[in-house]
């Protein structure tokens, strides 16, 4: 069944279900990575072509995004999608500003090392469930 | 924003749930307008005022704040 299928009620019960799954993933995931000793991805050999690709596909995936959002937010009820769309604002300025003090040498760094890719993405997904609860509990004015 | 909401669904005899589906809404953002934790798109306001039958200045005040 397709989510516009879902009743308003539906909507939001999947919405509040797949937040509480996104932050229990996001907890269990910035654990679990603690312990990952797998090396990374070597640098690029070529980092000209590295960059160019990176930013084409960087400005194609958020193209085809901003599309698929707005469809979303047609098909979704909009006390749900404002729900998530603060819950990302949320997000994103959390995940900026631990990023920044964990990658620090002279912050979080020095005794966390650095962050890998998985908890940074774990720490997105965990603070935009956060945000969401937030805003779903205290309300969108809060 | 302050608005009458609950009063009309009140003097009406609905439930949430029920003025939510008149509204295509779901029942958490009835109550959310109700309790002044969500403030309604135009569209939605402009819905309601409809279903009601009455200006939306008569339902949503601004200046109750």
Request: glycine letters at 0%.
């Given at each position: 069944m397709s989510i516009s299928k879902l009743s308003r009620d539906g909507q939001q019960k999947v919405a509040d279900f797949s937040f509480g799954l996104m932050a229990t993933f996001a907890v269990l995931g910035l654990f679990g990575d603690s312990f990952d000793t797998t090396p990374l991805i070597?640098?690029?050999?070529?980092p000209v072509l590295t960059g160019i690709a990176s930013a084409a596909l960087m400005v194609l995936i958020a193209l085809v995004v901003t599309k698929v959002a707005a469809l979303d937010r047609k098909r979704s009820e909009e006390y749900t999608f404002q729900l998530m769309a603060n819950g990302a604002v949320v997000s994103v300025m959390t995940t900026l500003f631990v990023t920044l003090v964990w990658s620090s040498e002279f912050l979080l760094g020095r005794w966390l090392g650095a962050p890998s890719h998985s908890q940074i993405l774990a720490c997105l997904l965990g603070s935009w469930a956060i945000g969401y609860f937030a805003y779903r509990t205290r309300g969108l004015q809060a | 924003m302050k608005n009458r909401l609950k009063v009309l669904r009140a003097e009406r005899d609905w439930s949430q749930a029920e003025l939510a589906g008149k509204l295509d809404v779901s029942r958490q953002a009835v109550n959310a307008i109700e309790t002044g934790k969500h403030d309604p798109s135009l569209t939605l306001a402009f819905r309601i005022a409809r279903l009601f039958g009455s200006p939306i200045e008569n339902i949503f005040n601004d200046e109750l704040d």
């Open positions: 070597p640098n690029a050999p070529n | -």
